[in-house]
């Protein structure tokens, strides 16, 4: 083979190789990277009270904002947290515009084929919920004939009507439990989650849960596939955070219950 040849084609196979063996080593030593580095870049919305916001004087605050710094500090690192919409949130991940996405972002099948997940930090559950007062509907199976205040299109608003109820259309959460506050709506299906929020801040509102479902839907930390250590790592630290009482106390700030199962 011309010699030239040989060398050029020998050269184009060092760089294919060292260009897959940095992949490799990047995908195999990101906790290595991000404790270099002495941050943790963190994907998340700003926008999703009250997970992920801004305060009143525009501090990025929020449950999944303070899960994400305690996992931080177990690592020995800081955390910066990089903005951005949800529609483009998780494929920065493949961007690799950050290392991990903190935003109740649901562990699916779907999403755990091309993704890894730490163990879950949050669950919630569909749950049904009526105005003080309210002694006809105990059970899902009593929403039958009684008008159910929901989004059209969203899976609470289909298992109303799997239940039998009759949909009275809303633009979320909020006009849905004013509906069933002011009598325009018997009922409302939605997140147990969303609930505890409304509670947290209108502790006084003739509402109550009577019903929820047995399954919790779990949400995680997401990061790229490949990362054993750091998946390990931010385990550990959940643990820790669960174990010493830190969790308790930020899902009392803006939850007021513990919301881990």
Known sequence: MNTLLTRVLAAAGLAVALQLGGAAVARADDL???????????GTEGTYPPFTYHDGS????GFDV??????AKRLGVK??????????????????RYDVVINQVGITEARKAKYDFSEPYIASKAVLIVADGNDAIKSFEDLKGKRAAQSLTSN??????????????????DQSIQLVLTGRADATLNDSLS???????????????????KDADHSGVILRK????????????????????????????????????
């Open 32 to 42: 290595a990277a991000i404790k270099q580095a002495g941050v943790i870049k963190i």
């Open 58 to 61: 525009n501090q990025l605050v």
């Open 66 to 71: 303070e899960i994400g710094r305690e996992i």
């Open 79 to 96: 955390a910066e947290f990089l903005e951005g919409k949800w529609d483009g949130l998780i494929a920065g991940l493949d961007a690799r």
């Open 156 to 173: 609470f608003g289909k298992l109303a009507e799997k239940y039998g109820a009759t949909l009275v259309g809303t633009d979320g959460f």
């Open 195 to 213: 609930f505890l929020d409304f509670k947290k801040h209108r502790p006084d509102a003739k509402v109550r849960i009577v019903a929820e479902e």
């Open 226 to 261: 490949g990362n054993p250590e750091l998946v390990a790592a931010i385990n550990k630290a959940l643990d820790e955070i669960k174990a010493d009482g830190t969790y308790a106390k930020i899902a009392d700030t803006y939850f007021g219950a513990d919301v881990s199962k």
